[in-house]
């Protein structure tokens, strides 16, 4: 089910330099990569030196920090799509279930990316989104849209997921270096359990293709979690 829902968000734009410094280099220690093979949804982790284990569960999880960089496998064209629209789906990134349940589709907070292979020209596009008893949401427009070439440079962007401190609100925020900015971008959403769930133990999503259809290729990303 696709479901869209925009609620009041913040766009702030701030110098280079006002910001923790990104992990270097990328694929280096502290760096996991995970790659999705073709016909496959879910990733496997190789694990990088000095890089912490992949995550799988948190107890009082309020949220959860990391640095992902894309590559150019991250420009994909779906030739025979389970679904017509199917190029249109959210792709996901490591996010954390919650409101007790350990599966991410029912409830739970991600960001999604999908390829635009609809526009001209082509972008990723980086976006907010959450599940409320299996009703799938997003934000309208996305939060952070990046070119092909910045895509194939493979720089880190950093996000946030985090559950507010009243427990009523799911806050996002993303931050990339674009056109020689520091460009920071959040958005707020209703929790489906609100101040609920702080003893409750969350288990943590991966990077994962779809949507309904498989990988058609390849897809590799580099993950830097802060703890």
């Known amino acids: 089910m696709r479901r869209m829902l925009l609620v009041a968000g913040l766009v702030v734009i701030v110098a280079t330099g006002c910001l923790p410094s990104y992990p270097t280099p ?13 016909g496959r949804h ?27 960089v894309f590559d150019s496998s991250a420009r994909y064209v779906l030739t025979n799509p389970t679904e017509p629209e199917d190029q249109l789906d959210w792709n996901k990134l490591p996010g954390l279930s919650d409101c007790a349940q350990p599966d991410l589709a029912v409830n739970g907070l991600m960001f999604a990316w999908r390829w635009r292979t609809d526009l001209v020209p082509r972008v990723l596009e980086v976006n ?10 997003w934000r309208e427009e996305p939060l952070l849209t990046l070119t092909r070439a910045q895509v194939d440079a493979k720089r ?3 996000f946030r997921l985090r559950i507010s401190n009243d427990g009523s609100r799911y806050e996002f925020t993303v931050r990339a270096v674009l056109g020689g900015e520091e460009v920071v ?13 702080r003893d409750v133990r969350k ?25």
């Open 42 to 68: 879910d990733a496997t982790v190789t694990r990088g030196a000095s890089a912490p284990a992949p995550l799988l569960g948190f107890t009082r999880a309020t949220g959860r920090t990391y640095h992902f």
């Open 156 to 158: 880190p962007i950093w």
């Open 203 to 227: 288990w943590a999503g991966g990077f994962y293709f779809g949507g309904t259809s498989v990988a058609p290729q390849r897809i590799r990303g580099w993950m830097f979690e802060r703890r």
């Open 185 to 197: 971008r959040s958005f707020t959403a209703d929790r489906p359990c609100p101040g609920r769930g």
């Open 26 to 38: 990328v694929a280096g220690p502290g760096w996991n990569t995970h790659t999705i093979a073709r």
């Open 128 to 137: 907010a989104y959450w599940n409320d008893h299996g009703e799938h949401h």
